[in-house]
Structure formats: structure tokens, C-alpha cells
Nanobody, 126 residues
Framework: QVQLTESGGGSVQAGGSLRLSCAASGRGASINDAMGWFRQAPGKEREFVAGVNWSGASRYYAASVRGRFIISRDNAKKTVDLQMNSLKPEDTAVYYC??????????????????WGPGTLVTVSS
């Protein structure tokens, strides 16, 4: 089993920045897992935001956030972060940390999660 705990959500004005963090714990948590972030806006389906492979060297972003968001991981701490810059009102959503148990050398498409965090709310006002 893998438990994921997110932190860092909150409210910010358009153009501002927020940093989300997610810590993985439990006997099943492995540094070989791919990790990532998804989000779900009110009335919409959950969508992929960003993913990172086991080493942190390969990253993949949704087109809507590419150039504004940066995903990173710290395997010593078993954490994955999402630095969100130039935030827009359309970034408002509940953000979910996720773990894909596959060992991926490269991330070239959205990850396929097996575990999810409970979510953290990000609100961007205009």
C-alpha cells in the first residue's frame, strides 16, 4: 500500500504562484515509481497535469500548463512537488498527487495511476 499526502494548496490571484508538495509513505512506496499530478475543476473530469519518471530526469506536461508549471521529485524524501507559476483562473481545481507503479525510463504521455492522494484545493481569482 502507498499513502499520499498533499500540501500547499490555497488561494492566489491571477499571475501568482503556488507550490504543491506530496509525500509518499507506506510499505509499498518505492522510488522506482513514476509520480505525477492531476486536477479536477468543478463540473469537469479529472485531467492529467504533469508526470515525472523515477529519476526525475524525464518530465511530461499537459499542454495547458507547459511553460508555467514545473514538476520535481526528491527520492530521499519520497516527495513530488509541483511549482505553479503565472496562475490563471482556469487553473482553479482540486489537485491530486498520484503514483504509477511502473518503472518508466521516459515519460512521454500521461501516467496511469494506481494510487491517489485525497486532493488539495487551488483557487485562482481574477
Amino acid at each position: 500500500q502507498v499513502q499520499l499526502t498533499e500540501s500547499g494548496g490555497g488561494s492566489v490571484q491571477a499571475g501568482g504562484s503556488l507550490r504543491l508538495s506530496c509525500a509518499a509513505s507506506g510499505r509499498g512506496a518505492s522510488i522506482n515509481d513514476a509520480m505525477g499530478w492531476f486536477r479536477q475543476a468543478p463540473g469537469k473530469e479529472r485531467e492529467f497535469v504533469a508526470g515525472v519518471n523515477w529519476s526525475g530526469a524525464s518530465r511530461y506536461y499537459a499542454a495547458s500548463v507547459r511553460g508555467r508549471f514545473i514538476i520535481s521529485r526528491d527520492n530521499a524524501k519520497k516527495t513530488v512537488d509541483l511549482q505553479m507559476n503565472s496562475l490563471k483562473p482556469e487553473d482553479t481545481a482540486v489537485y491530486y498527487c498520484a503514483v504509477d507503479r511502473r518503472f518508466l525510463r521516459e515519460i512521454t504521455k500521461p501516467i496511469d495511476p494506481e494510487y491517489w492522494g485525497p486532493g488539495t484545493l487551488v483557487t485562482v481569482s481574477s
